[in-house]
């Protein structure tokens, strides 16, 4: 039948379905008529003819049915019935249905959730028109040409082990702009951090991103309220405008329209807003990164907020790069374009650089050097910020961690329908005895599978709402709900009901119809038995591999709360503030700083206190070099220490003892002779044989060597728990005075309730100084322990998960095969067996089959363990009280699962059993 009569066959029968019906009847009955009268002309009677006639024709329900499957709107209206029949069916057993649904919610739920967290990272692309058209410029290689390097995001390595970097510097922009031929436009962006926005008089701070004028027209984005940046924006001279994005926008202006054309100020910079961006637009840094809060023009604010980002040097790299591809134009031929500018021009601007130093200078070993990196142009659909590998090994893992958990939901699935099945023997004999075909009842089944799933992906998408922030992602990240999260938990949904309904469906339509009708269908129902004891197998190998995971990561994450940071952390308050720079006063952010730690100490509760660069194991990271005064160097060799700027009082406030020498005095100020103090680790590599104690270095080997070495330290945690402390040197904020500051306090109790009068002494020094990131030491290294919580809590779950469905699993399989038992049962109480006997028979079904899985479980613990060693931390992979614990608590389970249904078996009586025998 070809297909426009198919569809017109289809239509009639949706709409004519009665008329059809009829046709049908009436075509079937002329067709027997004829057939019947051809054999009454050969000879037979009409009864014997007629009846020959339905025998050859097979029966006039099969024959339609056949018909009826010939055409589509037959089909729907079937499945419309299959639909409805298995509600029904679900609806009868409202047990067996609950217990199925929330089962496969959890398992499916446990899946969307790390799917979301994976489609925000991985799979959404920028908010952008036409985000395919996007390409970003990067580098790898050795890079010579720059003298300052301020790269963002997280650093990878391309396939030879080369670090990829994306800093370029503005001449290079420039540059690339006059010689472009092949892109629709670049523009070059530089997270600027966070500035002090004044607005209402009330100063908060509010992150920041300088871009050039034509950054939104290259990505396509138009505003939400007023106008986005252009060109004209972007030049020396005028005046500095903004706009916020929606976010910021609606947290603090409450969504007021009005607020384009206000003037506020922003690091005492008086700032225009002129637009706000779209909700969902989150800047081409990435779909799943914060939106900066607030977007200026490149040129116009760098020159108003300062050196941090320099336009004039073209060794200072720190812009990042994107464009947009010319129609038919390939990454390729970009870079064919690009990649001799590149070159020429980082060149240029080593040689100019070298131009501005004296003759002798050139000639320095730091400065003989020539090396340029090589050109990449690769696909900026994603973003700017590629993925780091701690996030990418925290996907990975989780996305393991949930296989497995699927693994345990579509084993219970496949039992729960084989238990279910086996109930309905009976029903299905009859079926197939009437006439009923194998594929029809298949379907019937897999209908009802795949109903119970749907019923099981609504529920675990609502789980996926509620539980969305019981697993940490990584830093920084937004988790969205998309479209793609919908589509993956209905296929989800549909592949688990179809693939795992399939074989419960196969078996429980091969049946021996005379043996089931008349009850004797034992040896089907211990076929199904068999596989449903592989399957509780399976369920239990793949729970202990999650287990002994959740207690490994558990454990590690116990190891890195009890490691010696070096000091006490106790009873620590910290918190940061960053005066704005200003013109007139040089030394404000030091005075304002000074008199802020002033008032601190005079506070009751207060027993000591003192300000830093950056608090200790806030990840932050300040290296220098190290030269020695009287030592030679090589060009090869370069010493190097972790730097920290901290005020007189600060080792005694973080609980540090000096080892040797002395602390760094509120007499070291500006005009007193340059000190420091460095810890063990640096004595140790550096002074190794010697008393480090008078010694004097620098950080450049060819320039003063003026810092005295007054004091060794004992060794702290710098910025990672697990790594040694790193060879570190102290040099006092009093000649040194830093650029953002950290205040340290150490309180006679609880740090919590000293906050408000912190704030009012901040308050009363500069009601327009905001407060940063105020939390204790504690909750600081705590934050340093992310991933390994995000492991712990996520393997946790989903371990309580696995039990949760081997426990439903065991329960219900032994509850099958008690009631497929219940007459021997009887037979053997009746014989004289103690319900003692029966009790622990049905126990020691359900712990052999624990046993079995556990076996299975260790090897694959074992090999599981080798794969997350790098993750753990004092502790061994195939650690024995780890492996000890899971086992005990899966047994447990076990023990607690099975003890219902061996009570049950029990109880049986033995005289009904022996009635029905």
């Known amino acids: 039948m070809t297909l426009p009569s198919r569809l017109k066959s289809a239509l009639r029968w949706l709409f004519l379905r009665k008329k059809v019906e009829h046709e049908l009847d009436d075509d079937i009955q002329s067709f027997v008529e004829l057939s019947a009268a051809e054999k009454i002309n ?87 028109a036409r985000p395919d058209e996007l390409v970003k410029l990067e580098w790898a290689g050795a890079n010579d040409m720059v003298t300052n390097l301020a790269d963002y995001g997280p650093t990878i390595k391309d396939s ?33 951090g966070e500035l002090t926005v004044v607005a209402g008089g009330q100063a908060e701070r509010a992150s920041s991103l300088f871009v050039s004028g034509n950054y939104y027209e290259v ?51 008086p700032t225009t807003i002129v637009g706000v961006t779209p909700p969902g637009f989150n800047g081409a840094q990435g779909a799943s990164w914060r939106a ?78 020539s090396r340029v990196p090589q050109l990449r142009v690769e696909s900026g659909s994603y973003g700017l910020f590629s993925i780091g590998p701690d996030v990418l090994r925290i996907a990975t893992i989780l996305g393991v961690v949930v296989v497995l958990v699927l693994l345990i939901v579509c084993a219970n699935v496949a039992n729960l329908l084989l238990s279910r099945a086996a109930a309905r023997q009976r029903e299905i004999s009859t079926r197939l005895s ?19 799933s749907g019923i099981g992906g609504a529920l675990g998408l609502c789980l996926t709402f509620a539980a969305r922030s019981w697993i940490p992602g990584p830093p920084g990240v937004t988790v969205t709900l998309d479209w793609r999260v919908f589509v993956f938990t209905a296929a989800l949904s549909l592949a688990t009901g179809i693939t795992f309904g399939l074989v419960p469906a196969l078996q429980a339509t091969r049946l021996n119809l005379a043996g089931t009708l008349s009850g004797a269908g034992r040896s089907i129902a211990q076929g199904q038995s068999k596989l449903g004891n592989s399957l509780i197998v399976v369920q239990v190998a793949i729970s202990l591999v999650l287990l002994v995971s959740a207690g490994l990561f558990i454990r590690t994450l116990e190891n890195l709360r009890r490691v010696d940071v070096g000091f006490d952390a106790k009873n620590l308050l910290t918190f940061e503030i960053s005066p704005d720079p200003d013109p007139s006063r040089p030394n404000r952010i030091g005075a304002v700083g000074g008199e802020v730690l002033e008032k601190l100490r005079a506070l009751p ?38 730097m920290r700027v901290v005020s007189p009082g600060f080792f005694e406030t973080m609980g540090i003892p000096l080892i040797r020498g002395r602390s760094l005095l509120e007499q070291d100020g500006k005009d007193s002779q340059k000190v420091a103090v460095i810890n063990e680790a640096a004595a140790r590599k550096y002074f190794p044989n010697e008393n480090p104690i ?11 060597h003026d810092i005295e070495i007054v004091g060794v330290a004992r060794d702290t945690k710098y910025s990672n728990v697990r790594d040694a402390a790193p060879p570190t040197a102290f040099i006092c904020t009093l000649q040194n005075p830093p650029g953002q500051i950290t205040f340290e306090l150490r309180t006679s109790g609880n740090p919590d309730q000293i906050v408000p009068s912190v704030r009012n002494v901040v308050h009363d020094v500069d009601p327009m100084l905001p407060i940063m990131t105020m939390a204790t030491q504690q909750e600081l290294i705590e934050e340093r322990f992310q991933q390994e919580r995000v492991f712990a809590i996520a393997c946790s779950l989903f371990g309580a998960i696995a039990i949760a469905l081997v426990s439903i699993g065991l329960f219900g399989l032994l509850s099958y095969n008690v009631a497929r038992r219940t007459n021997e049962i009887g037979v053997r109480m009746a014989l004289g067996a103690q319900r003692s006997e029966v009790l622990l028979g049905v126990l020691r079904d359900s712990l052999a089959l624990t046993a079995v899985g556990s076996i299975i479980g260790l090897a694959g613990s074992l090999a599981a363990g080798r ?12 650690d024995p009280l780890t492996m000890v614990a899971a086992i005990g608590l899966l047994t447990t389970v076990a023990a607690l699962a099975g003890f219902w249904p061996a009570r049950r078996a029990s109880l049986v009586d033995p005289i009904e059993c022996l009635r029905a025998e």
């Open 42 to 128: 050969d000879g037979m009677t009409a009864d014997e003819a007629r009846r020959l006639t339905m025998l050859e024709l097979g029966g006039t329900e099969q024959i339609k049915e056949r018909i009826r499957t010939q055409h589509w709107g037959i089909f729907i209206d079937e499945l419309r019935q299959d639909l409805r029949y298995a509600f029904r069916t679900l609806g009868k057993n409202k047990g067996w249905t609950a217990v199925m649904g929330l089962s496969l919610a959890l398992g499916i739920g446990a899946d969307t959730v790390v799917f979301s967290e994976i489609n925000s990272l991985l799979l959404t692309k920028l908010a952008a």
């Open 160 to 192: 030879s082990g080369q670090g990829i970097r994306s800093a370029f510097s503005y001449a290079l922009f420039k540059q690339f702009q006059a010689d472009n031929q092949t892109l629709n436009g670049l523009f070059a962006e530089v997270p600027f």
């Open 219 to 269: 990505l396509g984005v138009l505003p939400l309220v007023g106008r986005t940046l252009i060109p004209d924006d972007d030049v020396t001279g005028r005046p500095v405008v903004a706009v916020l994005s929606y976010g910021y926008w609606t947290r603090r202006f409450g969504a007021d329209p009005s607020v384009i054309n206000r003037v506020v100020t922003i690091s005492n910079v």
């Open 292 to 369: 900066p809060d607030m977007t200026m023009s490149l040129t116009a604010a760098a020159e108003a907020h300062g050196a941090d980002v320099d336009l004039t040097d073209p060794t200072y790299w720190s812009l990042q790069i994107m464009g947009r591809l010319k129609p038919d134009v390939t990454r390729e031929q970009v870079r064919g374009n690009l990649a001799e500018t590149f070159r020429q021009t980082a060149q240029a601007g080593w040689q100019s650089y070298l131009n501005g130093l004296k003759a002798e200078d050139r000639l320095l070993p730091r400065n003989l050097r």
């Open 434 to 452: 009437l006439g009923a075909s194998r594929p029809r009842i298949i379907r019937q089944l897999l209908t009802e599978s795949a109903l119970i």
């Open 605 to 642: 509760n207060v027993l000591s206190a003192s300000m830093s660069d950056r608090a200790l194991l806030s990840g932050h990271i300040y290296t220098s070099n190290f030269f020695v005064l009287g030592r030679t160097y090589d060009t090869k060799r370069k010493d190097t220490v972790n």
């Open 694 to 704: 008078g010694n004097y270095f620098g950080t450049y080997a060819d320039k003063t």
């Open 867 to 878: 794969l997350i060693a790098g993750q753990l931390y004092g502790l061994a992979p195939d």
